[in-house]
């Protein structure tokens, strides 16, 4: 079955810390797509990224970065420069083919991270 | 666009009792999922709607029960409430079912079973 673990339960960190969350899969699909969404305190889950099991190219976007490791089963993201706007719960998710549908995310329990100045 | 909207934010129930929570997706979007947020168990997936059909659920009891109208607003309804379902509960829309289409989530809806 499909699993998703972020070890890190909460990280505190400096403002222009630069800031890795962790997340390991288990999938037993060779096509599979991984995420990270933010959830900050409003509640709402924000889309951050996906990328496909296909793509191990790492990828930037301002201060946010990706690093995907099929060979570890691991999807890092990375602040860098981190700002107190960054404080939120961030969660890796996993969606694989075979449930059918792409609505039916296997979520991680998610990293709460605080920036302090 | 306007986002994903989720009505009432919050809620109060007392065990027993029924509660029903509205959910309206990004327009163009045909594919309405739910999601409950508790502490113990993080984010589980209830179930997904599509063009008015459900399409997956999750492994919740079926006191928990949704719909799709067509215009693709979904509402979920929880029946008999327990103090277990107490929780977050996120609707998340996206544009069709393909596997790479990401979802997009509301503010939630906070209920409270006392």
């Known amino acids: 079955a499909q699993k998703v673990t972020q070890a890190q339960t909460e990280i505190s960190v400096v403002e222009k810390e630069d800031v890795t969350l962790d997340c390991v899969y288990e999938?037993?699909?060779?096509?599979?797509?991984l995420f990270w969404y933010k959830q900050p305190p409003s509640g709402e889950l924000v889309f951050l990224i996906r990328?496909?099991?296909?793509?191990?190219q790492n990828e930037i976007s301002g201060r946010y970065s990706w690093n995907f490791q099929k060979s570890t089963s691991s999807f890092n993201f990375t602040i860098t420069a981190s700002q107190v706007v960054d404080s939120a719960v961030y969660f890796c998710?996993?969606?694989?083919?075979?449930?059918?549908?792409?609505?039916?995310?296997?979520f991680g329990t998610g990293t709460r991270l605080q920036v302090t100045l | 666009k306007a986002g994903v909207t989720q009505t009432p934010r919050y809620l109060i129930k007392t065990r027993g009792q029924q509660v029903t929570l509205s959910c309206s997706p990004i327009?163009?979007?045909?594919?309405v999922s739910w999601y409950q947020q508790t502490p113990g168990q993080g984010l589980q997936f209830l179930f997904e709607?599509?063009?008015?059909?459900?399409?997956n659920k999750g492994n919740f009891p079926g006191r928990f029960s949704g719909r799709q109208f067509s215009n693709s607003r979904s509402e979920m309804n929880v029946s008999t409430l327990e103090l277990g379902d107490s929780a977050l509960y996120l609707c998340?829309?996206?544009?069709?079912?393909?596997?790479?289409?990401?979802?997009?989530f509301g503010n939630g809806t906070r209920l409270t079973v006392t």
């Open positions: 998340a829309s996206s544009e069709n079912l393909e596997i790479n289409s990401p979802l997009h």
């Open positions: 999938t037993r699909d060779t096509t599979y797509y």
């Open positions: 990328r496909n099991s296909f793509d191990e």
């Open positions: 998710a996993l969606s694989e083919v075979n449930t059918g549908t792409a609505s039916k995310l296997t």
């Open positions: 327009s163009g979007h045909r594919s």
């Open positions: 709607y599509f063009s008015e059909t459900q399409r």
